[in-house]
Structures are given as C-alpha cells and as structure tokens.
C-alpha cells in the first residue's frame, strides 16, 4: 500500500508541483517584481549624475528633512503607547479589553484618507478646534503637527499588534515571581520583560518606521502640499511626478523602496534571529 | 492597588493604572476624539441632505468601482494567493526563501510608490502596459488597472492568513484518504480546502477591508475621470480641496460605517477560525 502511495505521489505531483510554482513566480514578477525593478530602471534612466542631482534639489532635501522629523517624533510616541497598551492588555484580565483591542485593530480597515479628514474636521479653518488655535497663532492643519497626527493615527497599531501576541504568550509568571522577590515595576519590566521581547519589539518599531515614512493618504489630506515646506517624501514624489519629472520622482521613490527593502531583510534576520533563539 | 476595583481581576504586577491610562488617553486623542468630530460633522447634516450627497450618482459610481475592484482584487488574491502559500509550504524550489521575503513587500512599501510604479509599468508606453496594449487590454487609466493596484496591496494579508493554516494540515489525513482510493482533487476538496477555508475567508476580508480604504497606490494608475475611474477616498479629497467639509464628511462617514462592518466581519472570521481549530483538537 505505502509503495503504491508514494508511485501515486510520484506519478501525479511533478507536474502539478512546476505549473503551481511556475504560476506563483509569474504573478509576483509581474505584480511586485516588475515595479519594483521599475522604480530603480526610471531613477537610473539618464545615469547616476542625474540622479543625484535629483536628489540634491531644495524641495527633495527638504521632503527628507519633513520626513525624518515626522518619524523621530511619531515612532517614539507609537512605540511607548505599543508597549503600555500590550501590558495592560497581556498582563492583567479587564472588562472592555476586547473593546481596547478593536480600537487598536480600527486603523487597519480605516481607510488613510478618513484618518486625514478627521484632523482636518478637528483643526481645519471650520473645524472644532481649528478658529481657537488660529488665534494663538498655532497652525495645526497643512503644518507639521497636523502631519504628525495623521501619521500615529495610521501607525500608531504596529508596535502593539506586534507586542501583544508575544507578551500574551510568554504569560505571567516570570514578572509575578521578580514583583514577589521585590523587584519594583520598573526593574521588572527592563530586566524579566524587555529581554524576552526586545525583538519583537524591535520589529514592530521598524515596520512603524516604514509606515509612517511611507504614509501618503493621511498625510496627503492634512498637508496642503506646500512645497519645501509640507511635504514629505511620498508627496514629493507625486508632486514630481505630477510635474512629469520622472527621475526626479523615482529618485525619491527608490529612497522610499530602499527604505521598504531594509525593513524586508531585517524583518526577516530578525525572525531568523528569533528562531535560532528559541530552538536554544 | 487594583484589586479594590471590580471590573479588573486582581494581580501582584505593578502598572495597570499607568499603562491602561496612558494607552486610554492616547486612543481618546488620536482616535475617539477625531472619529467623533467625523459623525457629529457628518450627523449635523439633516438627513435628507446627508443622503443626497451619499447617493449622487458621482458618488454611487465611486462606491461600484470602489466596491467592485477591491472585491475583484480579492478573489483574485485569493485564487493566487493560495496558490503562491501552497507552493511555499509544500514545494521546495530554489530560491524560495526569497519568494517568502518578498510576499511581505506590499506592506513595507509606501503606497505612493507602488503607485506610481504601477502606473508606470502599465502606462500604453510602459513595460508591461505596451504588450498588453498590443493585444488590445488597457490597464492604466481604466477599472482594470484599479483593480492591479488593489491586488498588489491585499495579497500578503491572503497568504500570510493561509500559510500557517496550510502548514497545520495533517499530511497523514491527506494519505489516509489517497490509501482509501480518494484521488489528488477529492482530498484537496474534502481534506485540505475545509481545513484552510477559515483562514482563507479571513485573509480574504483583511485583503477586502484594505482594498476599499486604499488611496495611495491607485490614484496614479487610475486616471481619475469622474463617473468612470474615480474610487471614493479621492471623491472625499476632491471635495476637502473644494473646502466641502460637510460633503467630505457625509462620505467619510459612509466609509467609516463599512470599515466597521469589515471589522466586525474579521473579528467573527477569526473567532470562527479559531473555534475550528479547537474543534479539531
């Protein structure tokens, strides 16, 4: 019986097996290799001078400078709101935590745009709050502050959503037995919690990176595409290409896909990293 | 400390107050407050006028394409995307590890740039767009290409919700029933498929929900044209940029409803998911 079952294997799954991967290779080259290969074609068409010069531009240094200072203020925030909310959540039994974790859940079915909309509603010139802060001379919407809320309102769940998982797993005891030898809340968390999820922690604060580096909707709704002033790296990139200037747009986009690529391959040393970790 | 409270089971661990108040504040600031400025904004609107603007027909062709494309991309990620899981966990193929790194792209690349290289690629004078174009399909500037850029976007969330599930099927299960005379296509249908068929159905929905709120990489391919290529988050901009607020937050509102809906449907998925598992055990 077993003899005849592995013939039948044999028999049936090599061509089953090149046609499946042959289809798979196909669909992903054609829907996420061919552009990504485009961006670095388009960027490099009229050589590496060009493209440099591209990127030396007043507006494209000023889109990268709008663009790390919004993620040096956004990423900080996101990361200790991921960790406290995983501790609450993993570590002690709560009516309405099932509430807290779809909130957290929310911005990932909410479309980008309403995560604009909504700052602008807040802050705009007819906004709730928007006439107040007009008279104390604070610009919120089409400004960086605004730029910064769209931006942890999108990004604000990957700290979490990573943390909370992983904490959850890992229970309760090891922090239960250093409180019950003394050891006070913090101390407990940087030397018995930290350790055991610092690379999860880690990935979550990259992949928040990315995304608030490379968050466009939100951002395009509250900046008012001032150029040299509001806008970041993804908006520079369609204002260029808007403009037609194709090298310029894909000099900024292959920074951004740099950026996507660097986050890939340390997403995946830090999972192989993890692995190698537990097996221990 | 928390333990005089009755709606927190007790503990000996320090920091609920300071975590749950910190993570409450935070979410009343960047959430509650600004989803609540959305529906008073949108519910101070009398109702006949909200529904005015929900059902003009600017905005009932923005939710067909919206709602059609992003259903369309998500049968096809999960035809392909189920496909692309199983050639991950069954086959070993050179250079696999390289195809499983890469199916995370969509989520770390910015949405502007898949945009625009999308539209790129598949203009009529693009690398791709230019045979296609010689065979007579148009992808840039028509539903077509709406539908190729949602499908970029959606397919990691089908196979990465497949995979595990792929990996969790009995292969004994899979011979028992060859050994009983069942062939290759019977056990995908009756072992296999009913295994997956949660997971699927969840990657399905979460490739959904992002479709439908997705902005950045389809309005470069899209091209835009009212009535015909327009999805409804550029409707929302457009009016923002005419300083229509109401009109802006009447549809906001409208997405933000079946954004919830997609959320509950995941949650229900999930729990649906979750009680197979445990059924099987």
Known sequence: MA?????????????????????????????????????????????????????????????????????????????????????????????????????????????????????????????????????????????????????????????????????????????????????????????????????????????????????????????????????????????????????????????????????????????????RRRRA | MATARGWVSPSVLPGFGMTLGFAGLFLTFIVLIPMAALIMRAASLPLDEFWRIATEPRALASYRLTFGASFLAACVNAVFGFIIAWTLVRYEFPGRRLVDAIIDLPFALPTAVSGIALATVFAPNGWLGMHLESIGIQVAYTWVGVVVALTLIGLPFVVRSVQPALEEVDVSLEEAAESLGASRWTVFRRVILPTVLPSLATGFTLALARAIGEYGSVIFIAGNLPMRTEITPLLIVIKLEQYDYLGAAALGLVMLCVSFAMLLSINALNGWRIRRVAGRR
């Open chain 1, 3 to 275: 003899v005849a079952d592995h013939l039948i294997r044999r028999q049936q799954n090599p061509f089953v097996r090149v046609v499946l991967i042959f289809v798979s290779v196909l669909f992903l080259a054609a829907i996420l290799i061919m552009p990504v290969v485009s961006v670095l074609g388009y960027a490099f068409s009229e050589g590496l001078g060009v493209y440099l010069n591209a990127l030396r531009s007043h507006d494209t240094l000023a889109a990268i400078r709008l663009t790390l200072t919004t993620a040096a203020i956004v990423v900080p925030v996101n990361t200790i709101f991921g960790v406290a909310a995983a501790w609450a959540i993993a570590k002690f039994d709560f009516r309405g935590k099932q509430i807290l974790i779809t909130l957290i859940d929310l911005p990932f079915s909410v479309s980008p745009v309403i995560a604009g909309l909504v700052f602008v509603l807040l802050f705009g010139a007819q906004g709730w709050f928007g006439p107040w802060f007009r008279d104390q001379g604070i610009q919120i919407v089409f400004a960086l502050p605004g730029i910064v809320l769209a931006t942890m309102l999108v990004t604000f769940p990957y700290v979490a959503r990573e943390l909370i998982p992983i904490m959850q797993m890992q229970g309760r005891e090891a922090e239960e037995a250093a409180v019950s030898l003394g050891a006070g809340g913090w101390m407990t968390f940087f030397r018995v919690t930290l350790p055991s999820i610092r690379w999860g922690l880690l990935y979550g604060v990259i992949l928040c990176n990315a995304r608030a580096m490379g968050e466009f909707g939100a951002v395009a709704v509250v900046s008012g595409h001032i150029r040299g002033l509001t806008t970041t790296m993804p908006l520079q990139a369609q204002v260029l290409y808007d403009e037609y200037d194709l090298v310029g747009a894909f000099a900024v986009a292959s920074l951004l896909m740099l950026l996507a690529l660097l986050t890939l391959l340390l997403k995946t040393l830090l999972e192989a990293f993890g692995a």
